[in-house]
């Protein structure tokens, strides 16, 4: 019995890999390591060959953590918009395809030549092509480099990898031998062969149907009960869902995800859904990590230490030469081509699944099987320390070699230039401005009926509540040139504009205020630009009444951008005063008065001559360079 039986095994075990995740991946974090190489030794730690703190039940987890996979995948398949996926299929098909193609050709022929029978060959070369895309792409992100030319190759790579999962899945029983299974077979096994490609390619055309003309209108009506808890369970409900389908027809529940993914990617809840996930997926990845981790057969590498170091290193050293080689070819530079080698050099998550499979399907022997586990999980282990070399002592001597980060043209993701949060009687004027201008503009809003009015005008929208970081993040708010708060509710505003202010000081910020008060506790806050709705409009009504008063135009019109400047001046100024009541009415007060005899000075200027003296050159230049003193 281990500690994790105590207290009830679900308890136990949650208190244990908690424990680990909260001590291990600090510590990893500060000593500069990333925090997947901090999940990995926390498994490592809390193994049966560590403190023992789980057991045989780390089998049961790791099946439990895989779902953290799924969840990467399908937030990866809302990344990537039908469109962007096809600019996509050059690399996708030519560095990917070709990385798998060479690594699986390569493994197999070793196996061959070391006796193996051509079919175990053939899987152990299927297992072995494949790398992690759960470590690659989070040590990539952690260290700031997925939209790198690295990065970016390395995503396409990997995508093909999860892609090619599924016709792997599905040759692996053919290359076993036929065994009685000793449970019940899964219902789809009974059908026929015609049968059972209609009902695989019905089920994949639903998921494809349903994302793309059913989940709009769910979405929607569940939107519109301003429930965030009932939206996140509509989520997790969806990517469950998903996995359990296309398990129950014996497909990949991580490909299956990742296809609705896509499908959903020009969802105007994409956002939302990605928010709601994303801190489950992150939970559960690092859970995984922590399942490879206390995964590893220690014992099988203390009686076999020099045979699990060659396949270690040999999977490790194959992998990296045919990276690096594929990366010269599609023109990367000598740093860029040794980057792209040493992160996919590695063994992947998918290879426990294919293992298992074809240990159960008997196209390997379980010793075998078990032994290329091994390989698989230290090569897993030791990538973050191989990303680290080569970040510190590789990277720095071709460093002039190497251009600033940047994203490639074809695998870039769109950013819009302006991100509005709220869209009411405010922001449809702003919105249709900027589009005007020519400036493209997100606006993000928990309105369902304006999210599906904004696209039928054809404007990019997306539901969700813009005080939260995350969906900030996704929404792309650190890229934009500027961010626009409009929404109308006055605490919703606040909230907005502190997490603005906290993660993306940067980016100009933009605030609607519905009042004095408002606008002034904005700028107690540090707001640098601050309007209040109903201001200018009321300023355009003042200026034709003047006008219908017998007020000259150009002097109605000249008063009420008086009346503007003196009133964003005094604004800031009151601010200040605000909590001294007797100071703040003295100090209105006083620049009432001074309003007035502004006026009225001005109302003095009449035009002479045919000439507006309202307009005049030189006192247009004064104000301008008195707002520039201001700042």
Same mark, same amino acid.
């Given at each position: 019995?281990? %500690?994790?039986?105590?207290?009830? =095994?679900? %308890? ?18 500060? &000593? ?7 999940? &990995?030794?926390?498994? @490592? ?7 023992? %703190? ?6 049961? @987890? ?71 895309? *759960? ?8 260290k700031g480099t997925s939209k790198s030319t690295v990065g970016q ?12 999962? /599924?016709?792997?899945?599905? @040759? ?63 989520? %997790?409900?969806?990517?469950?869902? /998903? ?22 990617? =020009? ?41 699990? *170091? ?62 290329? /586990? ?28 190497? =251009? ?48 599906? #009015? ?34 109308? =509710? ?22 609607? #205020? ?13 707001? !640098? ?29 000249? !008063?009420?951008? &008086? ?13 200040s005063l605000r909590g001294d009541d007797h100071a703040y009415i ?17 109302? #003095? ?23 520039? #003193?201001?700042?």
């Open positions: 019995m281990t %500690l994790a039986d105590g207290g009830g =095994d679900l %308890l136990g075990q949650t208190f244990v890999y908690l424990t680990a995740a909260v001590v291990s991946v600090p510590i990893a974090k500060r &000593l500069g390591l990333g925090s997947v190489l901090g999940y &990995l030794i926390a498994g @490592v730690a809390i193994g049966p060959f560590g403190l023992a %703190l789980v057991g045989e039940e780390g089998t049961d @987890v790791m099946h439990f953590a895989e779902f953290g996979v799924v969840m990467m995948l399908f937030l990866i398949g809302l990344e990537l918009r039908p469109a962007l996926l096809w600019k996509m299929r050059a690399p996708i098909l030519g560095q990917g395809g070709l990385q798998v193609l060479l690594t699986l050709g390569a493994v197999a022929g070793i196996g061959l030549g070391f006796g193996l029978p051509p079919s175990e060959a053939l899987v152990i070369g299927m297992m072995l092509a494949l790398s992690s895309t *759960a470590i690659v792409l989070q040590t990539l992100e952690e190759s390395a995503f396409a790579v990997l995508l093909f990898q999860d892609i090619a999962v /599924i016709p792997m899945l599905a @040759v692996m029983p053919l290359l076993g031998v036929a065994v009685e299974n000793s449970g019940d077979p899964l219902w789809i096994e009974t059908l026929p062969g015609w049968a059972h490609g209609l009902v695989v390619l019905g089920v994949v055309a639903g998921i494809v149907i349903g994302g793309r003309y059913l989940a709009r209108p769910v979405f929607r009506f569940i939107a519109a009960a301003r429930l965030r808890e009932i939206f996140t369970a509509a989520a %997790l409900l969806l990517v469950v869902g /998903i996995a359990l389908l296309m398990g129950a027809v014996g497909l990949s529940a991580a490909l299956g995800t990742f296809l609705a993914g896509v499908v959903l990617a =020009d969802n105007e809840f994409r956002h939302e859904l990605e928010a709601d996930v994303e801190p489950f997926k992150g939970l559960l990845l690092g859970l995984f990590f922590i399942a490879v981790g206390a995964a590893i057969d220690f014992e099988l590498l203390a009686n076999a230490p020099l045979t699990v *170091a060659g396949l270690v290193l040999g999977l490790m050293t194959l992998k990296f030469v045919i990276l690096f080689g594929i990366g010269r070819v599609f023109r990367l530079k000598l740093p860029e081509a040794l980057g792209f080698g040493a992160s996919l050099a590695q063994g992947g998550e998918f290879a426990f699944v294919l293992g298992s499979f074809a240990v159960q399907s008997q196209a390997l022997p379980e010793d075998t099987g078990a032994l290329v /586990i091994v390989a698989v999980a230290l090569s897993m282990l030791l990538t973050p320390l191989v990303l680290l070399f080569d970040e510190r002592f590789v990277q720095p001597r071709f460093a002039r070699l190497i =251009d600033e980060p940047q994203t490639s043209p074809d695998l870039a993701l769109n950013r819009e230039q302006v991100v509005i949060a709220g869209f009411g009687r405010f922001g449809v004027t702003l919105l249709r401005l900027l589009k005007a201008s020519g400036f493209e503009a997100t606006v993000l809003d928990t309105d369902a009926a304006q999210i599906e #009015a904004l696209e039928r005008f054809g404007h990019l929208a997306y539901y969700g509540d813009a005080a939260r970081p995350e969906l900030l993040e996704m929404a792309g708010v650190g890229q934009a040139r500027a961010f626009v708060v409009a929404v109308e =509710d006055t605490e919703k505003t606040y909230e907005i504009v502190r997490q603005a202010m906290k993660h993306y000081p940067h980016v100009p910020l933009y605030v609607r #205020a519905r009042d004095m008060a408002q606008a002034q506790t904005l700028i107690e806050m540090g707001c !640098k630009v601050v309007e209040r709705e109903t201001l200018g409009s009321a300023l355009e009504l003042g200026s034709e009444v003047l006008t219908g008063l017998g007020v000259p135009a150009n002097v109605a019109h000249r !008063k009420a951008r &008086l009346f503007r400047r003196h009133e964003g001046r005094m604004m800031r100024e009151l601010a003295a100090r209105a007060r006083l620049r009432s008065d001074e309003l007035e005899r502004l006026l009225e000075s001005e109302s #003095a200027s009449e035009p002479i001559d045919g000439q507006d003296v309202a307009f005049d050159v030189e006192e247009l230049l004064r104000e301008v360079r008195d707002d520039e #003193a201001r700042g």
